[in-house]
Nanobody, 120 residues
Framework: QVQLVESGGGLVQPGGSLTLACAAS????????MSWYRQTPGTERDLVAE????????IYVESVRGRFTIARDNGKNRVYLQMNNLKPEDTAVYYC?????????????WGQGTQVTVSS
């Protein structure tokens, strides 16, 4: 079955950097776009960045553009989120995501999430 396992979260000071990683298994990784979402308590889970299966032309939410970089390694079945110049408002649980058409419509797959806290 599809499994997505995030790692790399933690506590970092404003202006610092973190790299999140997501290890994927149970599907042909190179066939699907991958994305990172984030969520804070009481809010919707929001898209942060998405990378197509080819790795080119990634998209970013405006608030992270120029600070975050999404990348993938199709040989290792991994997707990464490099986060630089972190701000307190980046504090959230970050989720790895894959979506695809299933038997009953669209299926969303999520990792367990990794906490990122930006604080001095």
């Amino acid at each position: 079955q599809v499994q997505l396992v995030e790692s790399g979260g933690g506590l970092v000071q404003p202006g610092g950097s973190l790299t999140l990683a997501c290890a994927a298994s149970g599907f042909t990784f190179s066939d699907y776009a991958m994305s990172w979402y984030r969520q804070t308590p009481g809010t919707e889970r929001d898209l942060v960045a998405e990378i197509p299966r080819t790795g080119t032309n990634a998209i970013y939410v405006e608030s992270v553009r120029g600070r975050f970089t999404i990348a993938r390694d199709n040989g290792k079945n991994r997707v990464y989120l490099q986060m630089n110049n972190l701000k307190p408002e980046d504090t959230a649980v970050y989720y790895c995501h894959m979506g695809r058409i299933g038997i009953n419509g669209w299926d969303d797959f999520w990792g367990q999430g990794t906490q990122v806290t930006v604080s001095s």
